[in-house]
């Protein structure tokens, strides 16, 4: 019994010692805004045929625990990088704090404050809007925002919690459709032919996606954007579904234009002339059509080729691996842009008609039934 009490005593009196490893205090790394007070010192440095400027920085910090704070960035090294961008004094900046197991401090400048510029820019669309388009462009302002949170707050979450990003997609382009829609047209004969236009064409987009998707047997895992995307948290992402969900989110922008404007056409001429022919309508209507058609399908493509612009200049230049044009095509990333194209050109080139025809038969009929 006296050993027993004796274990005992040593075992909660006794200190125990744990290896410093398991005890980890140190800090995590900081994000911060700062602005350059001066540039201290600057070396120019020839890094394989490019002149690359090494500079030595004094700081001070903006937000946070560094506000007020001198901090000083060393930039001149050995190891040479030749993204380095050249900062001058009163440049806001981001830094990096970086501490290790010791909580020194390190700081590394990562890039320029930029929101400062958009914050501008996005004033200064707000305003023209307004003051070219006033109501309407009230009206177009808001289903911007709406969409926005659709996208940020519904779609993207849904997806990141493992749903079916296609299935989301539907849901979210249909709320974006009626908040788009209802909101800058008004809740009228105009505003519902759009709407039933919009999703037919959507749906026809959808169903030729899914089919040449399969046919191409795309993935949907390719570029340098995707891979971290490969695990996220603990729900794995669906990435075929994620291509189709961006086709159909992709096309949604332009189908809005395409088809509310063929419909105001169609009321237009209807309007300049009651008693004409259905027939005579539709052509009239339908030759707008033909020249939105054209310049929309453009639109589109050169968005996405813009997307892809760096891509498709490392394969022409011949710093790629393909051979030829047939092996640029038949690379994953690129075939997968050419179906999104031609996917969404099919679906504007569709709506055309049937927002025409629709929008013929209802005004007629209305009018008939006056």
């Given at each position: ?6 274990v ?30 001066q ?36 930039g ?11 900062y ?7 830094v ?50 709406i ?5 940020i ?83 794995v ?26 419909i ?9 002339d ?12 339908y ?43 038949n ?23 049937l ?7 209802w ?8």
């Amino acid at each position: 019994m006296k050993k027993i009490i004796i274990v005992i005593f040593l075992f909660l009196f006794t200190p125990f010692f744990v290896d410093a490893q398991d005890i980890d205090n140190t800090k995590e790394d900081v994000i911060f805004k700062a602005r350059v007070i001066q540039v201290l010192e600057e070396r120019e440095v020839d890094g394989e045929g490019d002149i690359i400027l090494q500079q030595k920085l004094e700081l001070t910090g903006l937000e946070g625990e560094f506000k007020n704070k001198k901090i000083f960035f060393n930039g001149i090294g050995d190891l040479l990088v030749k993204a380095n961008k050249n900062y001058n004094e009163g440049d806001e900046v981001l830094v990096l704090a970086v501490y290790d197991h010791e909580n020194n401090v390190s700081y590394y400048i990562t890039d320029y404050v930029r929101t400062n510029a958009l914050l501008i820019l996005f004033v200064l669309f707000v305003i023209l809007l307004l003051v070219v388009s006033r109501i309407k462009g009230l009206r177009s302002l808001l289903s911007l925002v709406i969409t926005f949170c659709v996208i940020i707050y519904y779609i993207i979450p849904k997806i990141i919690s493992g749903s079916n990003p296609l299935f989301v997609a539907i849901l979210g382009s249909i709320m974006i459709i009626f908040a788009v829609i209802y909101i800058t047209e008004g809740f009228n004969e105009k505003a519902h032919i759009a709407v039933f236009s919009i999703f037919v064409s959507l749906v026809s987009v959808l169903f030729l996606s899914q089919i040449f998707v399969g046919l191409a047997h795309l993935t949907g895992i390719s570029g340098e954007d995707v891979l971290p995307l490969i695990s996220l948290g603990n729900n794995v992402v669906n990435f075929k579904g994620l291509l189709l969900a961006g086709i159909l989110i992709g096309t949604l922008g332009v189908l809005d234009d395409v088809v509310v404007s063929q419909i105001a056409t169609v009321k237009e001429i209807i309007d300049t002339d009651p008693y004409q022919h259905a027939g005579e309508v539709f052509r009239k209507s339908y030759r707008v059509g033909v020249s939105h058609i054209s310049s929309m399908v453009n639109t589109l493509f050169l968005a996405y080729a813009g997307v892809s612009f760096p891509l498709l200049i490392l394969f022409i230049s011949g710093g790629s691996a393909f051979p030829s044009w047939w092996h640029i095509v038949n690379n994953e990333v690129v075939a997968a842009e050419i179906v999104r194209t031609l996917a969404g050109s099919i679906g504007i080139i569709m709506s055309v008609p049937l927002s025409t025809a629709l929008a013929v038969w209802w005004y007629k009929f209305r009018n008939t039934n006056k």
